[in-house]
């Protein structure tokens, strides 16, 4: 599967950006989805991860209530909706698919990933 992150941007503090991962191939409804993020001169940390199905979800204890991920298996596309963002969310994020329906933060056990879409918010 290719994965194509879009939606990033410039947002000043405590507005809102919705990240669009849209996948190719026909099993996309079968990868387990997740977002991560990296900010300059950090490492890559997880954000996000949702189940094939939706039926679980978790999410970085930093980003609980504010952010929601989403899936439309009919669209093939995973969704990362952030509301009262922070200076510290300014990073690339990037979504990683993975065909394990079980849920991992370890970003080497993620087969797929997408090229990364820019978020920046001022303060």
């Known amino acids: 599967v290719q994965l194509q992150a879009s939606g990033g941007g410039l947002v000043q503090a405590g507005g809102s950006l919705r990240l669009s991962c849209a996948a190719s191939g026909r099993t996309f409804s079968r990868y387990h989805m997740s977002w991560f993020r990296q900010a300059p001169g950090k490492e890559r940390e997880f954000v996000a991860s949702i189940r094939w199905n939706g039926n679980g979800i978790w999410y970085v204890d930093s980003v609980k209530g504010r952010f929601t991920v989403s899936r439309d298996n009919a669209k093939n596309t995973v969704y990362l909706t952030m509301n009262s963002l922070k200076p510290e969310d300014t990073a690339v994020y990037y979504c990683?698919?993975?065909?394990?329906?079980?849920?991992?933060?370890?970003?080497?056990?993620?087969?797929?990933w997408g090229q990364g879409t820019q978020v920046t918010v001022s303060s």
């Open positions: 990683a698919a993975k065909r394990s329906d079980v849920f991992t933060d370890v970003t080497t056990n993620y087969e797929h």
